[in-house]
């Protein structure tokens, strides 16, 4: 669906937007790469079943797609996945296997997994999936023309060098960050060191985003596509949850709100700023524990 761009309520001189893509019928953006990739797979290919790997809202875009289709749908979930996301890949149909996260980071780099036969689908290093993604940036430019700065969480990349493809070829002077989570910041040490570079990774809340390495195909066109990565504390994060719930009465995941803590922090500039609000796909009872406690 075309998902409502709002003004975030709150008093700053700034102008801070939320494109609020956990509106979307799975509650996250991944579902405009999921199913445009689909959409472009000979339908042979697909009889068979598609595969993905994913903490679970790529999971849920492919399953939801998938049983559209009337097709079969396997997921590679790491063994940290919450049980939310899960689960609710589950109710659509889409078969869960768990794995170490060391497995299911592999998982992208084979583009297989053991004793399933199924047509693969990247959650980010695809150029259908990025293509899936970028309509957010026609989106953006339709409804808000005049934007000086947009913040987009990162976790492998396609969202953010969907959206960015499109911004750099229709609107060059939008400036343009990635956010990541402090517990696993992967692009900002690769932008800084000029090359990729791996990191020390620790699990949280923010299970949508964060990851140890960065894909060199993914850092190449991030280090031509965006202007930097905004890295926010956990703290940070949670207080953007809070924040996001009271002023403008929605619910959204840990790596959505890196985006607007980004955006909030003021390193994303000033004028007016979109924060992706990339999902919304959080157990409400650690929602509740966040919100509470910060």
């Not at 801070?16 to 199913?35: N, T, V, W």
């Not at 790491?78 to 869960?96: L, Q, S, Y």
């Not at 053991?114 to 409804?143: K, Q, R, Y």
Request: glycine share 8%.
């Amino acid at each position: 669906m075309r998902t409502p761009l709002v003004r975030c309520n709150i008093d700053d001189p700034a102008e801070l937007y939320l494109k609020l893509e956990c509106l979307q019928p799975i509650g996250s953006f991944k579902i405009r790469g999921a199913a445009n990739v689909m959409a472009l797979t000979p339908r042979e290919l697909l009889q068979r079943g598609v595969l993905t790997a994913s903490a679970g809202n790529m999971a849920q875009g492919v399953a939801f797609c998938a049983r559209r289709l009337g097709i079969p749908a396997t997921i590679i979930a790491p063994d940290t996945a919450p049980a939310t996301k899960v689960n609710a890949v589950e109710r659509m149909g889409g078969r869960v296997i768990k794995t170490p996260f060391a497995q299911w980071w592999q998982t992208f780099e084979t583009r297989a997994f053991p004793g399933v036969e199924a047509t693969f689908i990247h959650a980010f290093d695809d150029a259908h999936v990025m293509a899936g993604n970028s309509t957010i940036a026609l989106e953006l430019l339709e409804d808000l023309p005049d934007l000086d700065a947009v913040v987009i969480p990162w976790g492998g990349g396609g969202l953010s060098c969907g959206i960015a493809s499109v911004l750099r070829t229709l609107a060059p002077k939008v400036r343009i960050y990635a956010a990541e989570i402090e517990c696993g910041a992967p692009l900002a040490a690769s932008l800084a060191a000029g090359e990729p570079r791996a990191v020390e990774y620790r699990p949280s809340f923010v299970d949508g985003i964060g990851s140890k390495a960065v894909f060199r195909s993914m850092f190449e066109l991030a280090r031509t596509l965006l202007d930097g990565s905004l890295v926010v504390t956990l703290t940070e994060a949670a207080n953007a949850m809070k924040l996001v719930a009271e002023r403008n009465r929605v619910i959204i995941e840990g790596a959505a709100a890196c985006a607007v803590a980004a955006a909030l922090s003021g390193r994303a500039g000033r004028g007016k700023v979109v924060a992706i609000a990339s999902g919304g796909n959080i157990d409400l009872n650690r929602f509740a524990e966040l919100t509470a406690t910060h």
